[in-house]
């Protein structure tokens, strides 16, 4: 069975730096998404991409935050300047294309970070 | 903001009976509802969705209700198997197409009793 996968699973840093979290959508898919979840909070929406675009963004998505797509397989999260506050665990997640019926999201296993 | 409420955090149901997780929602511009389940871990996990213009959605032992003039769903397992125990997050979306993120509730840990 098809899944998106994710990686690398666990990333620790140190606060200011760069990191790039990466993700392998389901092939064929058109819609990809990045999703945070905080410890012991709720899992937030960050963006949606489709067709090498940016779709949506929540007020989370800000300047620090980028999204690409290199290739024909791979969807990137970078954070440009790491904070304390991003600690989080970080899901991608991919959609083929949205009929009239529920937009049923595909999750990957997630990549958590730690801001040190 | 909380635009998905799930106000129990933790269920424990006995195996064999019926668990109902509930959802309250306050945007009236979600059009369709989801339910994931997931385990340690891993990412969530698709179970069940359901559109705004049903009030019913069934899939084996899973059943999702919509009551829309309440802004109220509900999932139905039954019977419940210990494989069941996870969190269950409810999840809302609008009609903006696949470009919407979903609104997710803060999850209700479900625990099977043996």
């Known amino acids: 069975e098809p899944e998106v996968t994710q990686t690398p699973s666990h990333q620790v840093t140190q606060m200011g730096q760069e990191v790039i979290l990466r993700c392998v959508p389901i092939?064929?898919?058109?819609?990809f998404y990045w999703y945070r979840q905080i410890l012991g909070q709720k899992v937030e929406f960050l963006v949606s991409?489709?067709?090498?675009?940016?779709?949506?963004k929540s007020e989370i998505f800000d300047d620090q935050f980028s999204v690409e797509r290199p290739d024909g397989s791979n969807f990137t999260l970078k954070i440009r300047s790491t904070k304390l506050e991003d600690s989080a665990m970080y899901f991608c997640?991919?959609?083929?294309?949205?009929?009239?019926?529920?937009?049923?999201?595909?999750f990957g296993p997630g990549t958590r970070l730690t801001v040190l | 903001d909380q635009q998905v409420k799930q106000n129990s955090p933790s269920l424990s149901v006995q195996e064999g009976r019926i668990s109902i997780l509930n959802c309250d929602y306050t945007?009236?511009?979600?059009?369709?509802f989801l339910w994931y389940k997931k385990y340690p871990a891993e990412g969530p996990t698709f179970l069940i969705s359901?559109?705004?213009?049903?009030d019913k959605n069934e899939d084996g032992r899973f059943t999702v209700f919509l009551n829309k003039s309440a802004k109220h769903l509900s999932l139905h397992i039954v019977p419940s198997q210990p494989g069941d125990s996870a969190v269950y997050f409810c999840?809302?979306?609008?009609?903006?197409?696949?470009?919407?993120?979903?609104?997710f509730g803060k999850g209700t840990h479900l625990i099977i009793q043996p």
């Open positions: 997640a991919s959609l083929g294309v949205p009929t009239s019926g529920p937009h049923e999201q595909f």
């Open positions: 092939s064929n898919h058109l819609y």
């Open positions: 991409f489709y067709n090498n675009e940016i779709s949506e």
């Open positions: 945007n009236s511009m979600f059009d369709y």
């Open positions: 359901i559109s705004s213009i049903k």
């Open positions: 999840a809302a979306s609008g009609d903006g197409g696949g470009a919407d993120g979903l609104t």
